[in-house]
């Protein structure tokens, strides 16, 4: 026993010297470590280092392999706490009696040196929960004999830290002590320990469990935390650029539009977005509002982008893909600060401050922020302003068993004075009366009117927070709140997040309309429609999901994935009817991966969904199939099918405006108020589908210092959920006239307009140097429609034709380089090929009266987008500043749209048509150039 215990503390403190290999001096430097005594299946096995020099030191390597195997493979250490170094084995991946492993230590030159045991005779732990072991030390079992097994891989997402499992040959006669240092060359070593693509390795949403993502049974992409700080975004959506496949338009800088795999529109609803599982998408219009996110870039740790159906798993919504983004946790004990300061030009300031930290079983997490910027359009006029802020704590109960709680909400609120729109509409309504009464006042009020309502036309909204929508320009003024609570043991969990939105809309672009009908070459007023101005409404959301992973091995071949969830939605409002509303939506899902040999994975999964909107059949039922095939180490080739729905958002289904109808002088559209009051929302919609078949190959090259990617698709989409009206011609008979309500209406309809989508995406990253990572990827999309109709049942004019609303290519093409001596520099371009979108017309909208288009169509794109960001890191790598530049090339390329749009004015010079004085800007602005300085600080 007392050797045992001697061994024991020389293993925990053990002091080397060595000679770097181009220096006479000799650097010193102390690795403590205590080794596990034990390990027990299916639980994580960890591995813990303290090495007070370690800023002299290049790596710190965990070599392993198990009972049988020959090689030993690679694990770096990461840095979790100060001097503290921690590596982890996956409990899944812990197999045989025992494992062994060695420590290896590499410095600034190359230099190796082996501790805590070497090759030839390395530590060994006994391995409980397989079959019965043996006891602790290398005397315990045999030598392990030539080719008695073949080497398995092990990999594991290390806190998002980016390192991936190598294989290396055994090295005897190599080792090092610490008088005598093996000295080595870098491109001998380095090559083979170095983390390449640890971070993006392994995924969790395309199963909802971790595996690796040449396994995925989807398309997946994965954006790292060095991704989105090297990217010079200052917001989450727009590194979602990078992503194959996504297509991200800029409305305004409040308002966002994303999308995958084509069909991307200012309504913004066919991607499912996710934060740490919880559903992000606004219940009420069925989109994301990514400007608005309660995080901030900072905060994110990496985001797992799904192309292609999800509603197998995720449900309604998840469409045309899934954008699940996981934030970072705390790795150590202690308390670590962030704190990121940008400020520059278009009223840029963005603000944000986090803590992570552990103390005892709890880790925890506080972070706050503030985002605003100004209009491009106008740099003076002030267009978002964001606060948002969270707190989540994650208690750790007892073994593999852990409960975690979160809170936040962010707020979308008036950067400057807003105008009152329901005055607006009062004084509107006086000089309308005013005109049709023959009171001998009607100057005086027009008059009174012209002046009252010049103080608000200048300014259409100085609220901000505008976002887009089909039916009107919406200023928002929003508070968003939201809690979870997560309970995990073992394989299973069970989740319930309440989300709450209490929003102000201001319907900027719903004008009146004053009914002039041509009877027998005479005009007659046939009065006036006014619809609300403002809609104040509060709705809530309940949602709960319980779910089971089997462990590996508990069922022969096979791993399952099942689960259940319910969720109850209610929403408030003024302004609509009915005032109240409530929906029940629920589903369950199992999913099954079967795999009899290693280079072949079969997946097959089926989820039923149901709500009360639409009625339950076979449209909530999704489906997906896929077979993963690995012919050679670290090459994976996939085919599949899958499918998915989105059912109708509360908009689309459920929301009737209320309007009132005023009567003119001699004629009376009594049917109008009815006609709107009943329209919008419908409630006999069914769910949009989608059915997708997929193939695609991933593969490693050069040791994983390449990863190539290559995925094909073709998809069907059906029962496109389209806004239309039709306000059927009036019976001028008599003078009580009314729009024929059997052919008239105005609401969000299944157009009939199916289509199909084929394309490919391709891509390669390549890490040439440690420091050093290139990017370029490219896609390629057709789309075609079957029913080229338009809202009003007529055929479609050339320039609306859906293959060209989509650019059919978009190239990005990127590097960057984070040197040792704190220097970092990135630059990024992002190329979208010609397309055309359209917009409704302000001017025609719902006004039978109007001669022009109810769209304005416009040519977009053919244009690159350059973005790029210079930093420097000192005082340890704790403090960096540098510049960050967005959209550079703007004012070379007169300032390009991403999405239609038109300036407004109030006075047009009628000699050449131009706008005297602009007061605002319809639908997409002109995107600016943006650059900002920045601050970093890590501590």
């Known amino acids: 026993m007392k050797y045992y215990f001697g061994a024991l503390i020389c293993l925990a403190a053990s002091t080397l010297v060595y000679q770097e290999a181009e220096a006479e001096d000799l650097l010193q430097f102390t690795c403590i470590h205590t080794p596990p005594l034990t390990a027990e299946a299916n639980r994580d096995l960890m591995f813990e280092a303290n090495v007070p020099e370690f800023r002299k030191l290049k790596a710190v390597i965990l070599y392993v392999r198990f009972q049988g195997e020959m090689q030993f493979s690679t694990i770096p250490f990461i840095k979790v706490a100060g001097d503290l170094f921690r590596a982890i084995i996956p409990g899944d991946d812990l197999h045989g009696r025992y494992i062994e492993y060695y420590i290896g230590i590499i410095d600034k030159a190359g230099n190796r040196v082996n501790i805590f045991s070497k090759p030839s005779s390395p530590h060994r732990i006994k391995i409980s929960g397989t079959d019965s072991g043996l006891g602790v030390g290398a005397e315990s079992e045999k030598p392990l004999e030539e080719g008695e097994t073949t080497w398995e891989p092990i990999s594991k997402d290390q806190g998002g830290i980016e390192g991936k499992t190598e294989t290396a040959e055994v090295e005897t006669g190599r080792e090092a002590s610490a008088n005598r240092p093996h000295i080595s060359t870098p491109s001998e070593d380095l090559a083979e320990v170095f983390a390449v693509y640890g971070a993006e390795d392994i995924v969790v949403s395309a199963a909802k469990r971790e595996q690796k993502m040449g396994e995925a049974p989807a398309s997946i992409f994965v954006i790292t935390k060095d991704d989105l700080r090297y990217s010079g975004m200052s917001s989450i959506v727009e590194v979602l650029r990078i992503a194959p496949g996504s297509e991200v338009y800029h409305i305004n800088p409040t308002d966002v539009s994303m999308g995958l795999r084509g069909l991307t529109t200012e309504m913004n609803n066919m991607v499912l977005v996710l934060i740490d599982g919880r559903e992000i998408n606004v219940d009420l219009f069925g989109n994301t509002f ?168 200048d300014d259409p909204f100085r609220g901000g927070n505008k976002i887009y929508s089909v039916i009107a320009e919406i200023g928002v003024q929003a508070l968003q709140t939201y809690t979870m609570s997560k309970f995990s043991w073992k394989g299973l969990q069970a989740k319930f997040y309440w989300n709450h939105l209490d929003a102000e809309l201001d319907f900027i672009g719903l004008e009146p309309i004053k009914f002039n009908i041509d009877v027998g070459g005479s005009t007659i007023d046939a009065g006036t429609l006014y619809f609300p101005q403002t809609l104040k409404g509060k709705g809530d959301t309940y949602d709960m999901e319980i779910l089971y992973t089997t462990p590996r091995g508990l069922i022969p071949y096979n791993r399952l994935t099942t689960g259940v969830n319910g969720r109850l939605i209610t929403f408030r409002a003024t302004n609509i009817s009915p005032n109240e509303s409530l929906e029940k939506q629920g589903g369950i899902f199992i999913e099954d991966e079967l795999k009899f040999v290693d280079w072949l994975a079969i997946t097959a999964g089926l989820r039923l969904d149901f709500n009360d909107i639409t009625p339950a059949t076979l449209d909530g039922l999704s489906p997906r199939a896929n077979i993963m095939v690995s012919p050679y180490k670290d090459q994976y080739l996939r ?249 550079l090339l703007a004012p070379l390329r007169g300032y390009p749209r991403q999405f239609p749009g038109r300036a407004q004015s109030v006075d047009v010079d009628l000699s050449t048509g131009k706008d005297i004085r602009t007061i605002g800007n319809f639908g997409g602005e002109r995107m600016n150039m943006r650059i900002v300085g920045f601050l970093r600080y890590d501590y």
């Open 290 to 457: 990514w400007e608005t996110l309660p995080i901030s870039i900072e905060d994110v740790e990496r985001i797992e982008v799904i192309r292609g159906p999800g509603s197998s798993l995720y449900g309604a919504n998840a469409y045309s893909g899934v954008v699940n983004i996981i934030t970072k946790k705390p790795k150590k004990d202690g308390i670590d600060t962030t704190i990121s300061i940008r400020g520059g030009s278009v009223g840029t300031a963005v603000v944000n401050g986090a803590l992570y930290g552990k103390e005892g079983p709890c880790l925890f997490t506080a972070s706050a922020g503030l985002d605003t910027m100004n209009a491009w359009w106008n740099k003076d006029y002030a267009s978002k302003r964001v606060f948002k802020g969270r707190i989540r704590g994650e208690f750790l109960l007892a073994d593999d068993m852990s409960l975690t709680l979160e809170a936040g909400a962010m707020e979308a609120s008036p950067a400057a004075e807003k105008r009152d729109l329901e005055e607006e509409q009062r004084i509107r309504k006086k000089f309308n009366q005013a005109q049709n009464s023959k009171d001998p006042d009607a100057i005086f009020e027009q008059q009174h009117w012209n002046a009252e309502y010049a103080s608000v036309v």
């Open 639 to 887: 085919v599949g099918f899958s499918s998915a729905f989105r059912k109708p958002s509360f908009l689309e289904a459920r929301m009737h405006l209320k309007v009132q109808y005023e009567p003119g002088k001699t004629m009376n559209l009594k049917n109008v108020e009815q006609l709107f009051t009943k329209g919008i929302g419908n409630p006999e919609l069914d769910n949009e589908k989608l059915y997708s078949v997929e193939a695609g190959y991933m593969g490693y090259l050069w040791n994983n210092r390449i990863r190539l990617n290559l995925d094909f698709f073709y998809t069907w989409y059906k029962d496109f959920i389209e806004f239309e009206y039709k306000l059927d011609e009036m019976d001028i008979a008599g003078l009580d006239q009314s729009p024929n309500k059997l052919d008239s209406y105005v609401q969000f309809r299944n157009s009939g307009n199916n289509a199909t989508a084929y394309g490919l995406e391709s891509g390669i990253e390549i890490r040439p140097l440690n420091f050093l990572k290139m990017f370029a990827n490219f896609s390629w999309l057709r789309v075609s429609r079957e029913n080229e109709i338009d809202d009003q049942g007529n055929p479609l004019p050339a320039e609306r034709k859906e293959e060209n609303r989509n650019p059919s290519y978009v190239f990005n093409l990127g590097a960057r380089a984070a040197f040792d001596f704190g220097l970092s520099a990135s630059v990024w371009m992002n190329y979208m090929s010609k397309y055309s979108k359209d917009v409704r017309n302000p001017d025609a909208l719902f006004d039978i009266n109007a001669s022009g288009s109810s769209w304005i169509t416009q040519w977009l794109g053919n244009e690159v987008m350059l973005n790029a960001r210079l930093g420097w890191r000192f005082l340890d790598d704790k403090l960096e500043v540098g510049v960050e530049g967005w959209n």
